[in-house]
């Protein structure tokens, strides 16, 4: 495994081991546009692929930026299964038009488009069709303070890969959703947060999602194939082993903070549960030779 990968596992997540994935992810959007246009070759939708190289040689910074978008991946995925459109195409390639939200501290500038009504991001499920800016940016900002004051490098690796934040409403019983997509690279889906202690557990935790994600779409840690599940503490019913693996890294994301932060009740309700479904997970014979010394360096940092 890379000296990055051993860092991402070990949680010490910095810009530098970050910007490769961003780099991989945006490829991974070429790859699937090119695809597209190989199989669909005589329509105005393979011209416009065109004009897109053509952008990419005279402002290649532009393109990144406008093909690294989040829903650009998802827009792709949707297509293979059906027929791309021109005028997703160029929606998608557009500048941001949604609400942008930001937070400061410290020099290090959070900024992210609210996602309530941009396409293709529906595959969070319902999202809050009318979320208040100002309330948005005013959590931000709390839950952004605790984020830098645990941890300088893994905030300015979110500021320079968080694009997107897609507002969810509350579960019925109040409790906050979230989620993330390998197929949305830097979006995050979450509730509105309360405080700032449930502001900043949801951007650690969804962030390590969007991260893992852009992983385990360019290497396998868990083997193809797999049908193995196994327990895990935040859920009543048996989980996938990259599932499994995905909910570890999260929580380990979540004990740094609170050990950072000296949440003392949260460490002491999640450290030994966390650990023991890594344990578990390890044990098992799900995991490929890199995902093994994945979760060992997890472990470690446990």
């Not at 546009?33 to 952008?55: D, G, M, N, S, Y």
């Not at 093909?67 to 021109?86: F, H, K, T």
């Not at 994301?253 to 578990?280: F, K, M, S, Y």
Request: with cysteine; proline share 8%; aromatic share 6%.
């Amino acid at each position: 495994m890379t000296p990055d990968l051993l860092e991402i596992a070990a949680g010490r997540i910095r810009p530098e081991v970050v910007t490769p994935w961003r780099t991989a992810e945006f490829q991974r959007h070429l790859l699937l546009i090119e695809t597209l246009r190989r199989k669909h070759p005589a329509t105005e939708f393979a011209a416009a692929v065109e004009h897109l190289a053509e952008t990419q040689l005279k402002d290649p910074d532009r393109l990144f930026d406008a093909l690294s978008a989040p829903q650009v991946g998802v827009w792709a995925m949707r297509s293979l299964r059906s027929a791309p459109s021109l005028s997703d195409l160029h929606t998608l390639v557009a500048q941001p038009t949604g609400p942008l939200l930001s937070a400061s501290c410290d020099g290090l500038v959070l900024q992210v488009e609210l996602g309530h009504d941009l396409p293709h991001l529906d595959l969070f499920g319902t999202r809050d069709p009318d979320p208040d800016p100002g309330a948005w940016e005013h959590a931000l900002r709390d839950g952004w303070r605790l984020v830098c004051a645990h941890d300088r490098d893994l905030a300015a690796a979110m500021a320079a890969t968080l694009r997107v934040l897609v507002p969810l409403p509350r579960e019925a019983d109040g409790r906050m959703r979230g989620g993330t997509s390998g197929w949305a690279f830097g979006a995050i889906a979450t509730s509105l947060p309360t405080d700032p202690m449930e502001c900043a557990e949801s951007l650690v935790h969804e962030f390590r999602h969007v991260l893992l994600g852009a992983v385990t779409n360019h290497h396998d840690l868990v083997s193809p194939g797999s049908t193995w599940k196994g327990r895990a503490p935040w859920r009543a019913d048996p989980r996938p082993a990259e599932a499994l693996l995905q909910g570890c890294y999260a929580y380990a994301g979540l004990i740094r903070l609170w050990r950072a932060l000296n949440c003392d009740d949260a460490l002491a309700t999640w450290h030994e549960p966390t650990a023991q479904a890594v344990d578990v997970l390890a044990a098992s014979d799900a995991l490929t030779p890199m995902g093994q010394e994945f979760a060992a360096e997890l472990r470690r940092s446990l």
